[in-house]
């Protein structure tokens, strides 16, 4: 059975014994009800270090008033069977006090590429990320971390962050990991009814047509943010949040895709807020 280890001197000895026995730390950040795309980062971290830590920490810093942080799905047991299953040494599965204690007065910011898509949906949520994700680098101090391309505007802040920081960490951004119909896997579509399920496949399939144009050597932003906007509307339950295109870099919009481009979108499917993209170019 993998280890749980619930507070921060607790895991701080484990990774420091690893780390004396000569194996290289590699953390896989979660907020639980693991899926298969969280596990595709613990195999491959297990695949490249001796000693894997994930952690699951439901972090209230990236919620906005009004979101789902209470109705979070939460799973501690069968997420450590999983992990430990896909390679995983350690669980570090702290409490929002031992992460936030009583005075607690300290945020991580990183500006620009956090003004756009989700970050301008969703204020402080990046700041929140960035914040937790420091904390877990200081506790774990990890040589490698790994993140899901599934959350492309995130990953992209966590390696400017590391840049930026000078930490010492490698960042790795792995795939993203979707069911057989296309629908990008994530622990809230577990909120979905069967209904809004099947219509959920439309982030998908507007990002196929997206490819699809692209192919056709379509550079317009405005015609592929069009075409995969009907797609969306097409759908009973649907209402879009964003549909943008900016540069996979800056993360800054852009009218023709002339160098690699972030196609991401975010739709409400019923009361469930989904998100998906792909890198064109
Ligand atoms: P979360 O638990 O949603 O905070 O996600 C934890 C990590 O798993 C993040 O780096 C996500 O990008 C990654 N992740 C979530 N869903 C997927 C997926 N379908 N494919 C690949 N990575 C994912």
Do not use: W
């Not at 994930?54 to 799905?73: H, K």
């Not at 209904?195 to 490819?211: G, N, P, S």
């Not at 009218?255 to 064109?280: C, H, K, Q």
């Amino acid at each position: 059975m993998t280890y749980v280890a619930r507070d921060i001197v607790e895991t701080r000895r484990a990774v420091a014994e690893a780390r004396t026995a000569g194996k290289t730390v590699g953390l896989v950040p979660t907020m639980g009800a693991l899926h298969e795309g969280h596990l595709s980062l613990v195999r491959a971290s297990a695949a490249d270090c001796g000693y894997t830590v994930v952690s699951v920490f439901v972090n209230p810093t990236q919620f906005g008033p009004g979101e789902d942080l209470e109705r979070y799905p939460r799973g501690l047991e069968n997420d450590a069977k999983l992990a430990g299953d896909a390679g995983a040494e350690l669980i570090f599965a702290p409490t929002t006090d031992t992460m936030y204690p009583a005075g607690y007065a300290t945020y991580v910011e990183v500006e620009r590429l956090t003004d756009g898509l989700c970050g301008a949906r969703r204020p402080g949520h990046f700041r929140g990320v960035t914040t937790v994700v420091t904390k877990l680098f200081n506790i774990c101090k990890p040589d490698a971390a790994y993140f899901g391309q599934k959350d492309a505007q995130q990953a992209v802040i966590i390696k400017r962050m590391v840049r930026d920081l000078d930490l010492d960490i490698e960042i790795r951004v792995l795939p993203t990991v979707r069911e057989p119909d296309g629908l990008a896997m994530s622990s809230r579509n577990e909120y979905l009814s069967a209904e809004e399920r099947l219509q959920a496949t439309c982030l998908y399939r507007a990002l196929q047509r997206a490819e699809e144009l692209y192919a056709e050597r379509v550079r317009s932003v405005g015609r592929i943010i069009a075409e995969m906007t009907a797609i969306v509307e097409a759908e009973r339950d649907t209402r879009i949040d964003y549909i943008s295109a900016v540069d996979a870099e800056e993360l800054s919009p852009i009218e023709e895709i002339t160098a690699p481009a972030l196609v991401a979108l975010a739709v409400f499917v019923g009361e469930t807020r989904l998100i998906d993209n792909v890198v064109l170019g």
